[in-house]
């Protein structure tokens, strides 16, 4: 599933193509795309019809479309959606399921999903922050983010370090992959128990997962296959800079030691065993 790097891409993208254009209608072609927008398709297709898109905004891994100044479509990619600026006019491939027309002569916007896990929806009002994702927390790159005190939520908690960055009503926009690859540039092991850490060493694991996503944004994100790409249908070349997550048996950059892979929440999970020894009573 794309993390924080890989949709702030799309939300970059979103802004510099689609931000100051009418909406002259929309075509949901497959309701699962909507499913989350009670009303249905053709209440979505009729509320967007008309609207000026003033802005786009992102908290963790969802981004929305600001409308009007007031409104919001939420965006949430889930693990194969795409939203891609294409033709306008160009025949639907096949696995879109949403399609934006605009009152210019300008491209059209697609939403693909291969695996229809992504989905759109409505928020009225919704502009500063759509309620129903008020619930995350704010990410490393929020203005208001407060690393001191998201460091002493997590220490309060009775649970592995890993699972802690991956709560997204914690600190949001942390997946598998820059979880991996911050403990790794932190030194820690997943399963430390928070309870037993200091802060600073919390603090640490949240700074090196600010740093390696923004180094991750440098290179348009992660990429491990084609279902993950921008707006323009190119893909992102930060796997190319990974030091733990899916590097089984390569020698670690820091001490040469093969990297292990530890099953994981029916996930996987990649660690130095010589700079990030596993604690004997850890939670994974």
Known sequence: MPELPEVEVVR??????????????????????????????????????????????????????????????????????????????????THERVRFRFADDGPDLSFVDQRTFGHLMFDAGGAALPSVIAHIARDPFDAEY??????????????????????????????????????????????????????????????AAREVMAQALGQGG?????????VNGASGYFDRSLHAYGQRDVPCARCGTPIRRESFMNRSSYSCPKCQPRPRNGRF
Do not use: C
């Not at 992660?222 to 921008?230: C, G, K």
């Open 12 to 93: 970059r993208g979103l802004h510099d193509h689609v931000v100051g254009r009418i909406v002259a209608n929309v075509a949901v072609q497959h309701p699962r795309a909507v499913r989350r927008h009670i009303a249905g398709p053709a209440d979505l297709e009729q509320r967007l019809t008309g609207a000026t898109i003033t802005g786009t905004a992102r908290r963790g891994k969802y981004l929305w479309l600001v409308l009007d100044h007031e409104d919001a479509l939420l965006v949430h990619l889930g693990m194969s959606g795409q939203m891609l600026v294409v033709p306008s006019g160009l025949a639907p491939s």
């Open 146 to 207: 407060d690393v001191a005190a998201v460091a002493a939520r997590i220490k309060k908690r009775r649970t592995g370090l890993k699972r802690a960055l991956l709560d997204q009503s914690v600190v949001s926009g942390i997946g598998n992959i820059y979880a991996d690859e911050a403990l790794w540039a932190a030194q820690l092991h997943g399963a430390r128990p928070t309870e037993k850490l200091t802060k600073p060493q919390i603090i640490r694991a949240l700074d």
């Open 222 to 230: 992660t990429s491990f296959d084609a279902l993950y790409v921008n």
